[in-house]
């Protein structure tokens, strides 16, 4: 897989992680509140495209903003690999930044072999675990992130981050959660992503795309109406 793809995949493979319950977490102090989905979404897309990842992880549910550290981590761990057997020293070259990042915030290689079970995981719920526990080697996330983002975006690797031109559709309200649809553009096509929100002491925070295709979407126009000759 290209450098800049896998960069992508490992961003986005917190959607395979099922949301889990995040009703009881604390809201983070001094967090900026959304009153619906769609103000937590259009601050999330605002703050990403400013290039403000410490108000996008804001944005974040709690559940998903552990399991997306703990993915840029092992991302961290695998580009760390992977340089290591690059003879061209391209892939080197690119991701170097990473590597201090990692170590200052306690992602040293060490500290990553010492971890078990990180690997091939059975079902999305075994993924989620498995990514938290990844993220607690980590004390200051949101810094984590932020500072693995900006390396992300210098090496140009968010720059086809679906969330950049996207829009949310087919929004459903249910108590304190919500779902809905991110809609994009890959090439000619248009994707449509599910997405799920919870309400976490009062303010509405977003879920990663869950992964599952075929989301929430709106009932199909009935037929028309028969014609009698």
């Given at each position: 897989m290209k450098p800049r793809l896998l960069a992508l995949a490992a961003l986005l493979v917190a959607a395979l992680?099922?949301?889990g319950d995040v009703r009881s977490a604390p809201v983070p102090p001094k967090a900026t509140s959304y009153a619906t989905p769609q103000a937590a979404f259009d601050a999330a897309k605002s703050s990403f495209n400013k290039k403000d990842y410490k108000a996008f992880y804001a944005t974040l549910s709690p559940s998903s903003a552990e399991v997306l550290a703990g993915q840029l981590v092992f991302m961290g761990a695998m580009f760390r690999s992977f340089a290591g057997s690059d003879k061209s020293g391209k892939f080197a070259?690119?991701?170097?930044?990473?590597?201090?990042?990692?170590?200052?915030?306690?992602?040293?290689?060490?500290?990553m072999d010492k971890l078990k079970d990180v690997g091939l995981v059975k079902d999305e719920a075994e993924?989620?675990?498995?990514?938290?526990?990844?993220?607690?080697?980590v004390k200051d996330r949101s810094g984590f992130v932020v500072d693995t983002m900006v390396v992300m975006d210098k090496a140009?690797?968010?720059?086809?981050f679906p969330l950049i031109a996207a829009k949310l559709e087919d929004l459903e309200i249910k108590g304190d959660k919500a779902t809905g649809n991110v809609v994009f553009k890959r090439g000619a096509s248009e994707v449509?992503?599910?997405i799920e929100f919870v309400k976490?002491?009062?303010s509405w925070r977003m879920e990663m795309p869950s992964g599952r295709r075929?989301?929430?979407?709106?009932?199909?126009?009935?037929?028309?109406?028969a014609k009698f000759e």
């Amino acid at each position: 897989m290209k450098p800049r793809l896998l960069a992508l995949a490992a961003l986005l493979v917190a959607a395979l992680a099922s949301p889990g319950d995040v009703r009881s977490a604390p809201v983070p102090p001094k967090a900026t509140s959304y009153a619906t989905p769609q103000a937590a979404f259009d601050a999330a897309k605002s703050s990403f495209n400013k290039k403000d990842y410490k108000a996008f992880y804001a944005t974040l549910s709690p559940s998903s903003a552990e399991v997306l550290a703990g993915q840029l981590v092992f991302m961290g761990a695998m580009f760390r690999s992977f340089a290591g057997s690059d003879k061209s020293g391209k892939f080197a070259e690119k991701y170097k930044a990473l590597e201090p990042v990692l170590t200052k915030h306690g992602a040293t290689k060490e500290a990553m072999d010492k971890l078990k079970d990180v690997g091939l995981v059975k079902d999305e719920a075994e993924l989620q675990a498995r990514m938290k526990k990844v993220a607690a080697l980590v004390k200051d996330r949101s810094g984590f992130v932020v500072d693995t983002m900006v390396v992300m975006d210098k090496a140009g690797d968010l720059k086809d981050f679906p969330l950049i031109a996207a829009k949310l559709e087919d929004l459903e309200i249910k108590g304190d959660k919500a779902t809905g649809n991110v809609v994009f553009k890959r090439g000619a096509s248009e994707v449509r992503d599910p997405i799920e929100f919870v309400k976490v002491g009062g303010s509405w925070r977003m879920e990663m795309p869950s992964g599952r295709r075929g989301g929430p979407k709106k009932a199909p126009p009935p037929p028309p109406p028969a014609k009698f000759e």
